[in-house]
């Protein structure tokens, strides 16, 4: 058993005191060799403990591995649409190291419109909805019966905390909901525009790409953003 530090350091020291300091040669010359003997030991202990010493930790160095925004098609059928129009970004961060949770941000413009009139003796609905209607500052929608439409534009958010798994990763995927629906129209139009999409984690924020699409029956059209 290697002797403690304490101990270490007072059998050197004693070493020194007795033979280095002490003037009979010969005694001297024998403090000499113990005391080489003494800094081989010590040469040993130096190395255990730094074989004790835990390895270095690296440095977190959090960065957007992929994110890719992406919206659904339109479902057409005679006289009726319904779009799952909602922005889909599923994304991966890495180099996080082990942390209690990475706070990560979607925002995004939106712009959306959607008009149609009502096909013979039909009732036709025509719905707009992104968001969540129970809270009032992150919804954005409206409806309308009969021949018509709307237009509407807002900024969308949505916020989630998630854990990196044992490599440092989180990937997850962050929706903002939104849905067109028209029925018993004769012709109709919606477009649904998804612009300045920005992913923030940590003080990073990464700009990605847009996502738009825009369906129309012949001659119809939507109408203009706001």
């Not at 009726?80 to 990475?102: E, H, M, Q, Y």
């Not at 854990?163 to 903002?176: A, E, F, M, P």
Request: proline residues 7%; glycine residues 14%.
């Amino acid at each position: 058993m290697l002797a403690s530090t304490g101990e270490e350091k007072t059998m050197i020291q004693g070493v020194f005191h007795r033979y280095a300091c002490n003037g009979k040669g010969k005694q001297r010359g024998h403090g000499m060799r113990l005391l080489s003997r003494c800094c081989a030991w010590l040469g040993v202990l130096v190395l255990a403990s730094a074989g004790r010493l835990p390895a270095p930790v690296e440095a977190a160095d959090p960065h957007l591995e992929s994110a890719d925004p992406t919206m659904s098609d339109p479902i057409v059928s005679s006289g009726n649409l319904t779009w799952d129009a909602s922005l889909d970004v599923p994304f991966k961060v890495a180099g996080l190291g082990k942390n209690a949770g990475l706070t990560v941000t979607l925002t995004a413009h939106l712009s959306t419109g959607a008009a149609a009139n009502a096909a013979a003796g039909q009732s036709m609905t025509l719905s707009v909805a992104f968001g969540n209607p129970n809270e009032p500052g992150n919804f954005c929608g409206g409806g309308a019966g009969g021949p018509g439409g709307g237009s509407f534009a807002c900024q969308r958010s949505l916020v989630a905390t998630l854990t990196s798994d044992k490599n440092g990763h989180v990937t997850g995927t962050l929706t903002i909901p939104g849905a067109i629906d028209i029925t018993g129209a004769a012709s109709m139009c919606a477009r649904v525009s998804w612009t300045l999409i920005t992913l923030t984690f940590g003080s990073q924020s990464v700009a990605l790409p847009d996502v738009s699409d825009q369906f129309n029956t012949p001659g119809a059209s939507c109408p203009p953003p706001p």
